[in-house]
């Protein structure tokens, strides 16, 4: 199996809800390991630069209002096919279609108000790695 890494954001309702210790416990559980953290309250222009390639969706306006109304907390996470680990662990997108037990059927009002972020492929995580993290923000791996 690959070691990747990933991009996890917990999204201002995750922060809201005090979810951090239980959503890094589940990251944990599962074997990923989280390499770099920090907690930002985006900007407009960071958060329409990170999400650019939705900028012609309807709900564009509305998720730029969303991800800046408070703090997120934001992630890369290491571990053996970390991209999929991490996004099975999310759940689907839209809350009502997630799997039980993941983080979004547990906790996830709607589409919108989601509670997380993560990579789709390993080639986007490097970009939104990089994003936010730039090329020297990011541990290595302990184990
Ligand atoms: P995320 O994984 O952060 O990627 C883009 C985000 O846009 C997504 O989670 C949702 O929060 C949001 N999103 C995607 N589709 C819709 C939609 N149809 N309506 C509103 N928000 C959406």
């Keep these: 199996m690959a070691v990747e890494q990933t991009l996890s954001i917990i999204k201002p309702d995750g922060i809201?809800?005090?979810?951090?210790?239980?959503?890094?416990?589940?990251?944990?559980?599962?074997?990923?390991?989280?390499?770099?953290?920090?907690?930002?309250?985006?900007?407009?222009?960071?958060?329409?630069?990170?999400?650019?390639?939705?900028?012609?969706r309807p709900f564009f306006n509305d998720l730029v209002s969303y991800m800046t109304s408070g703090p997120v907390m934001i992630s890369v996470l290491s571990g053996d096919e970390a991209v999929i680990k991490h996004r099975d662990l999310m759940g689907a997108t839209n809350?009502?279609?997630?799997?039980?037990?993941?983080?979004?059927?547990?906790?996830?009002?709607?589409?919108?108000?989601?509670?997380?972020?993560?990579?789709?492929?390993?080639?986007?995580?490097?970009v939104e790695i990089n994003y936010f993290f730039g090329d020297d923000g990011v541990c290595p791996r302990t184990r």
């Excluded at 951090?20 to 960071?46: C, N, P, T, W």
Aim: overall charge negative; glycine content about 8%.
């Design 16 to 56: 809201q809800k005090n979810l951090i210790g239980e959503i890094y416990g589940r990251f944990e559980k599962a074997g990923l390991e989280v390499v770099a953290a920090r907690m930002l309250h985006l900007s407009k222009d960071q958060a329409e630069g990170f999400y650019a390639v939705h900028s012609e």
């Design 95 to 126: 809350p009502a279609d997630a799997d039980s037990g993941t983080i979004r059927a547990d906790f996830a009002m709607s589409i919108e108000e989601n509670i997380c972020h993560g990579s789709d492929a390993t080639e986007t995580a490097a």
